[in-house]
């Protein structure tokens, strides 16, 4: 059975539904997911649903197969622009203990002479309040006369993608929305793009380390820079 978009307690989630759109409720709890491309489903009381406006998702791109490139052509896992000598790379996570709970966030940027590592606890939060601040947090990491470069930024969370580029209508975490927003606009260069998460990709599987990393510590660490040898990856 396919996916709709829903809010639940103040944040974006996928249920299980009907093809007409309708959540399947079984033993009086619907099946929910927190993002595209999550394996892990939760069972809810229905009280609180509120739909929202979006396709219906098949249970083949749920699970993966196409993420967020899916939903909308607006998302792409390949940069339109290949990257040369030049270019910055990112891979943002964010990681959350029980949705909300104690939540932090890890940012790798990949310039061509060093990498910078970023893992930041933030407190009690969301999962998707999580993915959001590690992309707000990456692109303020940027120097002024970076802003002109190439940058490509890589994300595994398809529903921040959706509402930052995708044209997806949020009900939750709007500021923040318009902050990364308004951060993007300093860029000329910048690609944001759709990495799958748990695909044994380096970048992202660090990424997703600093994060869970800060979250379990519930404690944020120096950024760490390290030095690039020429044609390192």
Request: charged share 30%.
């Amino acid at each position: 059975m396919p996916w709709k978009q829903y809010e639940f307690k103040g944040q974006t989630v996928y249920v299980r539904v009907l093809p007409t759109g309708k959540p399947i409720v079984r033993h009086g709890r619907v099946e929910l997911r927190y993002k595209l491309g999550a394996r892990k489903s939760y069972r809810a009381s229905p009280d609180g649903l509120v739909e929202m406006e979006g396709e219906i998702i098949a249970d083949t791109e749920m699970s993966g197969s196409q993420g967020a490139a899916a939903a909308t052509a607006a998302l792409r896992e390949t940069p339109s622009t290949p990257p040369d000598d030049d270019t910055i790379i990112i891979y943002t996570d964010g990681a959350c203990s029980g949705n909300p709970g104690p939540a932090g966030i890890g940012v790798l940027v990949q310039r061509p002479d060093e990498m910078v590592e970023i893992s930041e606890f933030l407190g009690s939060g969301t999962n998707n309040i999580a993915e959001l601040t590690a992309i707000l947090k990456a692109l303020r990491t940027l120097r002024e006369d970076e802003n002109d470069r190439l940058i490509h930024l890589y994300t595994d969370s398809g529903w921040s993608l959706g509402v930052l580029i995708g044209g997806w209508k949020a009900k939750a975490n709007v500021e923040l929305i318009e902050e990364i927003r308004e951060e993007m606009k300093r860029f000329t260069r910048l690609e944001l793009l759709k990495v799958r998460g748990h695909a044994g990709h380096d970048g992202n599987e660090e990424a997703d380390r600093l994060a869970t990393q800060a979250t379990r510590r519930e404690a944020s660490s120096e950024p760490r820079v390290r030095k690039r040898r020429p044609g390192s990856e």
